[in-house]
């Protein structure tokens, strides 16, 4: 067991940012969080990495207390935080190095783990931090996590505002530390990232809840779900199908709607609704739900 967090609590003044969180993650998974702005993924992120201390319950990484044990915690994660918070001022090499030496170790003794991604920013390794580009920045602070070969790998939305290109990249190397044996935790706005993970955590409002298999996010899905697509524009029958009866719920997903109904009959019914609203181009096609749609349904029964 790399982490096991039991019914995990915090509050700022009066606002709960995690009530009574309860995750285990195994040695070399990747873990995925899942969840709107204000969730309190970083809460429970900082918590893990000892910076914050939980006002209830426990969190244990590699079986060390991240409050009585912070020391041990501290030596054997590896912590990339939300918002960049490497040294502007210090060029990329600088800040490797400092980062190596914190941990007591070299840029040479770990550089197999790390040469995947610091070739690519190895050409611009005498500029300064805070002249790179947002990937650039990204696997900067990537390398400098991995530095010390961590036994766990926290990772806070790494690739928000990011290009695709790099986003693909970035997914591609935290694929290969799993293969190095390195558990990672990373928490992503993105369901094509949440799809690559083993496991996916589900968090609104400070409450888990559920965790999914991406590879059967349908499971636990409760009713029937269906795809509507139209040569017209969706956000006018958005409305018009949420107000029919049968309609459980119904939200844009890109170019069509997803809408639950609760069985084949109530199915049949809005089938015949779309059929009196003289739309030739209306399509209605059951669909296997995906992480989103399954986080949504949980979002709605919360």
């Known amino acids: ?114 040469r995947d991604v610091y070739q690519q920013i190895e050409p611009f390794r005498k500029r300064q931090a805070g002249k790179l580009s947002g990937g650039m920045k990204q696997k900067l602070a990537l390398s400098c996590a991995l530095i010390h070969r961590p036994e766990l790998l926290i990772l806070d939305e790494p690739t928000t505002g990011v290009d695709a290109v790099s986003r693909r990249e970035f997914w591609d190397m935290l694929r290969k530390i799993r293969m190095e044996g390195i558990t990672v935790i990373v928490s992503t706005p993105y369901m094509d990232e949440a799809a690559m993970c083993d496991r996916v955590a589900m968090i609104q409002k400070g409450i888990l809840l559920g965790i999914s298999d991406p590879s059967d996010p349908g499971e636990g ?27 459980r719920s119904a939200y844009l997903f890109g170019d069509e709607l997803h809408v639950t109904v609760e069985g084949s009959a109530g199915a049949e019914a809005i089938r015949s609704s779309l059929e009196d609203w003289g739309d030739t181009s209306l399509t209605w096609t059951e669909i296997r739900p995906g992480v989103e749609d399954r986080f949504m349904e949980l979002m709605e029964q919360e």
Not at 94 to 112: I, K, M, P, S
Not at 221 to 240: A, E, H, N
């Open 1 to 114: 067991m790399s982490v096991k967090i039991e019914n995990i609590s915090k509050s700022f003044g009066g606002t709960l940012a995690l009530h009574q969180v309860s995750i285990r993650v195994e040695e070399g998974e990747i873990f995925g969080l899942i969840g709107p702005d204000g969730a309190g993924k970083s809460t429970l992120f900082r918590i893990l990495a000892s910076l914050l201390v939980p006002d209830q319950g426990t969190c244990k990484v590699q079986g060390y207390d991240t409050v009585e044990q912070y020391k041990e915690v501290r030596k054997v994660i590896g912590y990339m935080p939300g918002r960049f918070s490497l040294y502007m001022d210090l060029t990329v090499e600088e800040n490797l190095a400092f980062y190596a030496r914190v941990f007591g170790t070299t840029v040479e003794a770990n550089y197999d783990l790390i």
């Open 221 to 247: 899905f409760t009713g029937m779900l269906f795809s509507l697509r139209s040569d017209r524009g969706l956000y006018t029958y958005l409305k018009r199908i949420r107000e029919i009866e049968d309609c």
